[in-house]
């Protein structure tokens, strides 16, 4: 009986092919907790599997496997045919893959793999079980060190008499494993290949193959593979001018040995000289549980594989370059990128020299070449065959088609789009035999600006803002703002809009210039150029909060979202709001996230986890919504307050302590208006008592304390998506983020009536579920989110600037901001006459809002005699002067001015002038 450890269980895993190879797997992966399903189509093999792992789904459907939502990562130890099919379903359903070699049978199909993975965000690793082996990993610690000084030559010997294969060839079937190493010990690809095999027991299926390798470095290389072979033989021999190192997998012990021989040079001749043998300790370990492990860390942590899909796809070229020498066609391998950790997509075809730099979010398309010292911004998009040259600028969100070649002295600002095989110059007057590098004329193109496919720009010209060059022609000269341009030379024909649309001039406006499709205005200004223009923006009313603003300008994503969910019909959990958890978990740099029915309903979930329950207490903090104390009575425990911080108005962490007593079962701060509590003090009370603390980060997705994240801090966080939440739904969501996976696995539990599977409950829970059409918007808010948030930080900083400039900082003071990051969930100032000033901005058209009335000890439903009136007096005094602000981010400039200048009319009565703001361009 295999002894389960269950340290995974949360990281549903199904093993597809349960045979020859795949039983290991099974194995292993139900010995670390986490088999979920067995899918092969022997029956008599499930029935096995069965009978040997009770509990354990099997099945002969890998749709089925597909539609587990407990499976979480599939791995294929299927034929290398299926590889490519299988895993291709796999990512695209949304699920996790570690696919045994090969990853498939061609580059092709390799590369659209990886490029699957990257756009799902998921993990794709390879199967190439030697990289896990004790012997290996100390092997390239002896390489890398140099203790076996500069390498010159590696041979690899795998040969038996075992199964023979019809669907693939030796060289398919052995050598994966061994030009694996190989590659992994170098780090670089070999420059030449050349590959010999013989057909005996099959016509066209190589028995035994040699393939030979020459390395840039000067190290040489073959692997010799043949099943038959009339013995086990599994050797690597690596030659270094010091010493030389043999692992010998097929050995009971001393596996891997070190032989003290070299050669010295006498007479210009190289004699040998033999020293003693060494042998290396090398950790016990099985390589295959060891791999297993690494897929499911991967699964947890989101890290790169060790082999992943890149590292497949150099292994797969090799073994390419191989098959076609066999098939007497010559070919050059690709060569190696160095990997890095890296947050941008580089088609393994794409050569990016180092040093140079690449924003997040960057994608760059097959066969482009980045050379040293070029900066490339975020979120841009490089086709295929671009080079960006040396000391080349790109800006953010350019998008640079096919076949464009960006020469040093070019610079591109941000959102600069170049046409299919535009040329850029560089140098006025070249001539092949005369060097003219140092004659480089600059190029700029600035903001915004579009050059049409086959175009010209000759260099030291720049490119003016939103300018827009046509398809072919060749610019000599600089060209204006929004100036539109044709022709050979090219010659202004009018103006076009920022939006993309050309501009008409405005009937009887004087020279004014309308966009008919966006209704931008334009005007040339006192340097006779073309600038924007703005009509005064008269402001008579500012809400508190402008969903529809918000709406507008994402609806095209958000549609969509809810469109794919009406087409799925997936409406409750489905793989929208497991997508949804991982991004969530990733954002807030936590391993887990549950989505549940709402951010009430988050804690109310984690205190049944934590079987927070009658007699229990939990200190939290009075000055907050009512979902945090009510979820504490829900389950009946008793809250337990303490005061705020007068400046910051979270729990006053330091009153905290006092309060604990045998009764107390979690402490609930809440991070209020969008800042972080003390969470340093708590934490270290927390260790010193071991009692979890529950953070309530409704009002803080995103915020910081000393560069933690809200919600990753305590046992767990709870955050609400409540529709007038920075990160908000179109009705209720929540969601539950921890790094025990344990508890984890509760959550998930309780949310579904505390089944496990399906019409099995362990525990009564209840209906916690998050939508899957809340999941989808919310996933097209959250790619928003961070530049919503900077907004929301920018009209705080606005606020706060221009109180204190009109001089009211002695009659309202702005939010106080401690070390940590705050997003201004809302801008709550302490007002004097608070409730007078609230209604003369209400009589004037400011909505403005008061959180809390009322602390949570005054509230009826919590007068058990307790407290009183005065037990906590910087609460009460917070909830007499306390009022937020309208914070959304689509304020414009004339509503946040209209809003403080109101809040002057009304503490100085003489400065005010009735009439509307206006704010002109």
């Known amino acids: 009986m295999i002894e389960k450890e269950g340290v995974y269980t949360n990281y549903g895993v199904a093993v597809v092919g349960a045979g020859y190879w795949g039983k290991n797997h099974v194995r292993n992966f139900f010995r670390l907790g986490a088999l979920a399903q067995i899918c092969d189509l022997e029956e008599e093999t499930r029935t096995r599997m069965a009978s040997q792992y009770p509990g354990v789904s099997c099945t002969d459907s890998y749709e089925s496997v597909l539609a587990n939502s407990d499976v979480r990562g599939v791995v294929l130890a299927t034929p290398a045919v299926t590889h490519y099919r299988l895993a291709k379903a796999a990512l695209e359903a949304g699920k996790d893959v570690l696919v045994e070699k090969p990853l498939a049978l061609n580059v092709k199909d390799a590369q659209h793999l990886m490029t699957l993975a990257t756009e799902r965000r998921a993990i794709l690793m390879v199967g190439h079980i030697l990289l896990y082996h004790p012997a290996v990993i100390k092997l390239k610690e002896l ?9 010159q030559y590696i041979q690899s010997n795998r040969l038996s008499m075992g199964i023979v294969r019809s669907e693939e060839n030796i060289l398919w079937s052995f050598a994966p494993h061994d030009v694996s190493v190989l590659l992994h010990l170098l780090g670089e690809m070999p420059t030449k290949v050349n590959a010999y095999g013989v057909c005996q027991l099959q016509d066209g299926v190589e028995d035994v193959t040699i393939s030979v390798m020459e390395f840039a470095s000067g190290v040489g290389a073959h692997v010799y593979v043949s099943w038959m072979n009339p013995f086990k033989e599994q050797k690597l021999v690596v030659v270094g001018d010091k010493r030389m190192a043999v692992f010998e997998d097929s050995k009971p012990e001393n596996k891997l040995q070190v032989y003290n021989n070299s050669f010295s040079w006498v007479q210009r001749h190289p004699v040998p000289v033999k020293g003693d043998v060494e042998n290396i300790p090398i950790e016990v370990a099985e390589p295959l549980y060891s791999e297993c492990l690494h897929f499911l860390e991967c699964m947890k942590t989101r890290q790169r594989p060790k082999s992943d899909g890149e590292e497949g796809h150099r292994t797969l070229s090799v073994l390419m370059k191989c098959y076609e020498s066999l098939k007497q066609i010559c070919a050059e391998p690709e060569a190696v990128e160095t990997v890095q950790h890296r947050d941008y997509f580089a088609h393994p075809t794409a050569e990016i020299e180092q040093p140079c730099s690449i924003g997040s979010g960057t994608k760059i398309w097959h066969f482009s070449h980045v050379l040293p010292h070029a900066t490339i911004g975020k979120n841009c998009n490089i086709g295929q065959n671009v080079v960006v040259g040396k000391n080349v600028i790109i800006g953010n969100q350019c998008k640079i088609q096919n076949n464009v070649c960006i020469y040093e002295g070019v610079t591109l600002e941000d959102y600069v789009f170049c046409g299919p095989s535009m040329v850029f110059t560089n140098v006025y007057n070249p001539r092949s035999e005369i060097p003219r590098m140092t004659e480089i004329r600059p190029t700029l193109v600035r903001q915004g600006a579009t050059i049409g496919a086959n175009a010209t720009i000759v260099c030291g010209t720049t490119i003016g803002r939103y300018a827009f060059i046509g398809a072919g022609a060749v610019v000599k000269k600089d060209v204006d703002d929004y100036a539109l341009v044709v022709g050979n030379p090219a010659r202004k024909i009018g103006y076009m809009c920022k939006c993309g649309h050309k501009l008409h001039e405005h009937a009887g406006s004087n020279g004014l210039f309308k966009c008919s499709s966006c209704g931008m205005l334009y005007k040339f200004g006192p340097n006779a150029k073309l600038e924007e223009y703005q009509a005064e923006e008269t402001v008579t009313k500012v809400a508190l909060l402008d969903l529809k603003s918000q709406y507008l300008s994402i609806k095209d994503e958000v549609d969509s979202a809810i469109k794919k969910t009406l087409e799925s019909q997936r409406f409750i959990l489905g793989p929208d709001v497991e997508a949804l958890e991982r991004e969530i978990a990733q954002y807030c740099g936590c391993s887990q996230a549950i989505g549940v029915s709402s951010g009430t309903d988050a804690l109310l979930i984690v205190l049944m986890a934590l079987e927070v329950g009658p007699g229990d207490e939990v200190i939290t903090t009075p000055f907050t919504f009512f979902a945090t104390v009510g979820s504490i009575a829900r389950v009946g425990a008793v809250p337990v307050f303490a005061d705020i911080d007068p400046h910051t108005f ?23 208006f969008g800042q972080c509590a003390e969470m340093g003090v708590l934490l270290e009370i927390s260790q010193k008592y071991g009692i979890p603390i529950v953070e309530d980060a409704a009002q803080a997705i995103g915020s910081e304390y000393h560069g933690r994240r809200a919600g990753s801090m305590g046992a767990f966080g709870c955050f609400s998506f409540f529709p007038s939440k920075n990160l ?20 998930r539990m309780l949310r579904n009536h505390g089944a496990k599977p399906k019409y099995f409950h362990k525990i009564v829970g209840g209906n916690f579920r998050l939508d899957g059409i809340q999941a989808g918007i919310l996933r097209v808010k959250l790619n928003h989110l961070d530049k919503w948030t900077e907004r929301r930080i920018e009209n705080a900083a606005y606020y706060t600037r221009r109180l204190d400039e009109l001089g009211l900082s002695g009659s309202v003071t702005p939010p106080y901001i401690a070390e940590s990051r705050h997003i201004f969930n809302q801008y709550v100032v302490i007002a004097e006459n608070r409730d007078e000033l609230k209604q003369y901005l209400k009589d004037h058209g400011v909505e403005t809002e008061i959180y809390y009335p009322r602390p949570m000890h005054l509230q009826e439903c919590f007068a058990d005699g307790r407290y009183t009136e005065g037990s906590f007096p910087v609460s009460e005094q917070a909830s007499k002067q306390v009022l937020a602000l309208p914070i959304f981010p689509e304020l414009s400039a004339a509503q946040k001015e209209y809003v403080v200048t109101k809040i002057r009319d009304f503490y100085q009565p003489a400065s005010r002038v009735e009439r509307p703001c206006f704010m002109y361009a």
Do not use: C, W
């Not at 390489?143 to 390498?151: A, E, F, N, R, T």
């Not at 729990?651 to 809440?670: C, F, G, S, W």
């Not at 908000?728 to 959550?747: C, I, P, Q, S, Y």
């Open 143 to 151: 390489v890398d060190s140099g203790y076996l000084g500069k390498i």
């Open 650 to 672: 979270n729990i006053d962490a330091n009153q905290v302590e006092k309060l604990i007593t045998p009764r107390t079962k979690a402490i609930l701060p809440v991070h209020l």
């Open 728 to 747: 908000g739904a179109f009705g209720d969501g929540g969601m539950v983020t921890t790094n025990d996976d344990e508890l984890a696995d509760r959550v």
